[in-house]
């Protein structure tokens, strides 16, 4: 006797994790008849009269969403992705399921970890964003009850619309996606930042009290005014990529996207493995009666970190930006006095004749000295 028995995981969401936004998936299993049959048995399947419109279907006139997980007899896992009903006239005949085998099946844990997200470029992001964007100016069609808003992780593992239904009720939902993301290097090859391109997508529906565009539009203007009043390192732009909807089995979704683009300066100590001595110009002496010229005294030697770019290299410290007027610039994070001197790594000492900082917004990037070469022969 032939058997259509499989197990239908039916997916709920839980708790939501503070470091991806997303919630917790729980599973309600239970039993269903479902007839699963790839889309190259369509002879036989209209011969049952069912039409395969996807590559693997699950025919089943039992209760099935978007997001639940179907297993088999033989174990086998596969993934709801979209449900479409079947009627005729005003009587329900059956659901056509599109499902996706999951090859290596495993759970997500509840929670997203405690050891990835200090340096994670979206928590980062995701914070900045809830922390600074105004959520009384975030409200629904009355303009005075704010909306319910959730920041989270881009390309969530379970279908988004399930968050703007009972039990979670959400409004809008603020996704921050992986960015593109390209090192700043100095001019001696060490990353001075990273520039990231940061995709954000807003998403809300149609809902009582709620129209979905009016709210992307106050959420927009929310976003350029956070920018302009707390602007990221060196801010540089931000760009709408688009509007538009999305269409699953409950509901359409609308949405707007945009990219953020902007600098984080380097937390990485920079010059470990370049070290100079540095001699602190201590103070000026007697007047030489002849030449007119001060004695001086320094300091003693002390370790620092700094890399030395002689101006051979002037075409590599030109294409970066550098301007080299000196026999050799020094890159250091370390302050450092004009008519100091130090000792190079490769034995060649240098009199400090400028010291000039540069900084990203109010965070300081590194002090750019200009060396002049001291004959010691």
């Known amino acids: ?51 395969a419109k996807y590559d693997l279907n699950g025919f089943t006139s039992d209760p099935c969403s978007e997001g639940d997980v179907i297993v088999d007899s ?11 009903e079947t009627w005729i006239l005003n009587s329900f005949m059956y659901r056509t399921c599109e499902l996706v085998k999951q090859e290596m099946h495993a759970d997500r844990p509840a929670t997203y970890g405690s050891d990835a997200w200090a340096s994670d470029p979206r928590y980062l992001l995701k914070v900045w ?7 009384t100016n975030i409200t629904e069609d009355d303009g005075v009850t704010p909306a319910e808003v959730l920041y989270q992780f881009g390309e969530p593992d379970y279908p988004l619309p399930k968050m703007f239904l009972a039990p979670k009720n959400v409004d809008l939902i603020v996704s921050v996606c992986t960015p593109e993301m ?36 106050k959420v927009e203007a929310e976003l350029r005014s956070t920018l302009e009043t707390h602007p990221i390192g060196l801010r540089r732009s931000l760009q709408r990529q688009k509007t538009g909807d999305r269409t699953t089995t409950n509901q359409t979704v609308n949405e707007v996207d945009f990219i953020l683009t902007c600098t984080d300066v380097a937390t990485v100590t ?19 009666a002849t030449t007119g010229i001060y004695t001086v005294s320094y300091a003693a030697g002390s370790t620092m970190q700094m890399s ?70």
């Open 308 to 377: 030395v770019v002689p101006k051979s290299t002037g075409q590599l410290l030109t294409t970066l930006g550098v301007h080299c007027k000196y026999d050799a610039v020094g890159i250091t994070n370390t302050l450092v006095t004009e008519g100091s001197q130090i000792d190079a790594p490769d034995g060649k000492r240098y009199l400090i004749q400028s010291v000039t900082p540069y900084y990203a917004a109010s965070t300081l990037l590194n002090y750019e000295v200009g060396l002049t070469k001291i004959d010691l022969t």
């Open 182 to 217: 390209q090192n700043l290097l100095g001019p001696d090859y060490y990353p001075l930042g990273y520039t990231s391109r940061v995709p954000i997508k807003f998403y809300a529906v149609n809902k009582t009290g709620i129209t979905a565009d009016n709210l992307l539009s």
């Open 270 to 288: 920079r010059f470990a493995t370049n070290n100079v001595t540095y001699y602190a110009l201590a103070a000026l002496g007697a007047e030489d």
């Open 129 to 135: 964003l809830r922390t600074n964007m105004t959520g």
């Open 1 to 51: 006797m032939l058997d259509a028995s499989v197990t239908r995981r039916q997916l709920s969401l839980g708790v939501i994790d503070i470091i991806s936004g997303w919630p917790e998936l729980l599973w309600i299993e239970s039993t269903i008849d479902m007839f699963i049959q790839p889309k190259s048995k369509a002879q036989e399947l209209k011969s049952a009269g069912l039409i």
């Open 74 to 84: 033989a174990g086998n896992y596969f993934g709801v992705h979209e449900v479409d």
